[in-house]
């Protein structure tokens, strides 16, 4: 399904796929792009058990944004579920292994607000704030963080 075989092993290992092709099944491609507000293709949904979304892709990446994407997507999903320690980990991960992305700015923010929700105490904030005064300063996640400084 995709070229990149770290992408197929990631999927595979990490997530039940499911694909609906807006040629090959066209009634459940309708259905799905009803429901989820998905006109556009490729969108790769993250969802839980029970159907609920947690991330979205959409778009063709490069496979490294693609990994970083698809790990950010299993990160919000530890974070939903207030898995507070596996969602700091797997943000913290994003931005180790795929600094140049996108998803890495983004994990960096969320790297910080998590011990925040699990304990209260803003130092994780204040310290995720000075972490973007040294990277990522010209990011939307950036400016968010800035008023924990």
Excluded: C
């Amino acid at each position: 399904m995709w070229p990149d075989p770290r992408v197929t092993r990631f999927v595979t290992e990490t997530f039940i796929p499911a694909r609906v092709h807006v040629k090959d099944d066209p009634e459940p491609f309708k259905r799905y792009s009803e429901r989820y507000k998905a006109p556009w293709t490729p969108t790769i949904l993250l969802l839980d058990a029970n159907g609920v979304e947690h991330h979205r892709i959409e778009g063709f990446l490069p496979a490294a944004d693609l990994l970083a994407q698809l790990m950010l997507g299993r990160a919000r999903i530890a974070f939903d579920e207030q898995q507070w320690a596996e969602a700091e980990r797997r943000f913290r991960q994003i931005v180790e292994e795929f600094p140049q992305t996108d998803a890495a700015a983004e994990a960096l923010y969320w790297a910080g607000v998590t011990p925040y929700k699990a304990t209260g105490d803003p130092l994780s904030l204040k310290q995720t704030a000075q972490a973007f005064t040294q990277r990522y300063q010209d990011t939307p996640w950036a400016k968010k963080a800035s008023v924990w400084a």
